[in-house]
């Protein structure tokens, strides 16, 4: 069974930083996109950034410069490097990734959620 589990999320002050982890586990034969996507209170979850497996690199527009994205460990690791960040960063962040698992083959797959909250 493939799974998905974040890490890394907390609470920081505004202008500070967090690192969150994906990591996938699983019968897999590789990740096409691994993404991040976030969901503030009583808003609609939107998509934050994704990395192709040939690592092409897309940011929304709201944290571009100041987010990056990687990954690591044979592309089975991803990563959300989080500098400067703001109050309206503060959300439940959420990884996603679209892979051709052994048994099911091509789907979208999610972590559980990590919760950041950025006090001002």
């Known amino acids: 069974q493939v799974q998905l589990v974040e890490s890394g999320g907390g609470l920081v002050q505004a202008g500070g930083s967090l690192r969150l982890s994906c990591a996938v586990s699983?019968?897999?034969?590789?990740?096409?996109?691994m993404a991040w996507y976030r969901q503030a209170p009583g808003k609609q979850r939107e998509w934050v950034a994704n990395?192709?497996?040939?690592?092409?690199?897309n940011y929304a527009d709201s944290v571009k410069g100041r987010f990056t994205i990687s990954r690591a460990n044979a592309g089975n690791t991803g990563y959300l490097q989080m500098n400067n960040l703001k109050p309206e960063d503060t959300a439940v962040y959420y990884c996603?990734?679209?892979?051709?698992?052994?048994?099911?083959?091509?789907?979208?797959?999610w972590g559980q959620g990590t919760q950041v909250t950025v006090s001002s």
């Open positions: 990395i192709t497996s040939t690592d092409r690199i």
């Open positions: 699983g019968r897999i034969f590789g990740i096409k996109t």
């Open positions: 996603n990734a679209y892979i051709r698992a052994v048994v099911d083959g091509l789907g979208d797959y």
